[in-house]
């Protein structure tokens, strides 16, 4: 069985794609060859139903079909992260439930448009990671122009500080190489240490990683 992500995560985690057939049904022999090929390239984690993903695209049946069927062609030789983000939280934690059940590694989660203070972010976020239970670990995407939900340093330290499940940041704030450095110090500061991994497509690689992304 595949260890679940730590605080200590690091490498290259693809994104995933979605492959689809023109009827609009999920591809899954181009899946599979998606798998082989990542694996092939080296990667050290794959993750899945994230905005490549086109989770939205798939209805909730197809979207536990996809994950039960990937999980399985990966066969734990490597860590697999799914997306689980949802408007409700209910279908959220169920689906996070549902993908560690299969072998999951760890479940990554966005926030909702409408998070509008501080308090809002880190009231949604909270009984989001609460209601997951300590026992999932947790990646939390940080990309606003996607989710129009802003995430501040000290909003997230609060998050890490609080929640002992929360191991990973996806940080995806564009550039945010500022937010990505202080983050980086906060250890120094007495707060917990956390993976900081980022996306973007690759856009700002160099610079992230002279600022200590993992």
């Known amino acids: 069985m595949i260890q679940p992500i730590d605080e200590c995560s690091k490498g290259v985690f693809v994104i995933s794609a979605t492959p689809f057939l023109e009827n609009g049904a999920i591809d899954y022999e181009s899946a599979d060859r998606l798998v082989e090929y990542y694996l092939s390239e080296g990667v050290h984690g794959i993750t899945l139903l994230g905005v490549m993903g086109e989770a939205p695209k798939l209805s909730d049946s197809e979207q536990r079909e996809f994950i039960v069927h990937m999980l399985k062609r990966v066969n734990d030789r490597i860590p697999v992260i799914v997306g689980v983000s949802n408007p409700g939280i209910r279908n959220l934690v169920d689906l996070g439930r549902y993908a560690m059940s299969h072998g999951a590694a760890g479940v990554m989660i966005a926030g909702v448009p409408g998070l509008k203070t501080d308090d809002h972010v880190y009231g949604f976020f909270s009984q989001v990671i609460e209601m997951l239970g300590e026992d999932i670990p947790v990646c939390l995407q940080d990309y606003p122009p996607a ?6 340093t000290t909003v997230f330290l609060r998050l890490v500080n609080d929640f002992v499940s929360l191991k990973m940041f996806k940080h995806e704030d564009c550039p945010g190489l500022n937010k990505l450095s202080l983050l980086q110090a906060a250890p120094l500061q007495g707060h917990r240490q956390i993976s900081i991994l980022t ?4 856009l700002y690689v160099p610079q992230e990683l002279k600022r200590g992304a993992n």
Not at 147 to 152: D, P
Not at 199 to 202: F, P, S
């Open 147 to 152: 989710t129009l939900v802003h995430l501040s």
């Open 199 to 202: 996306g973007n497509g690759g």
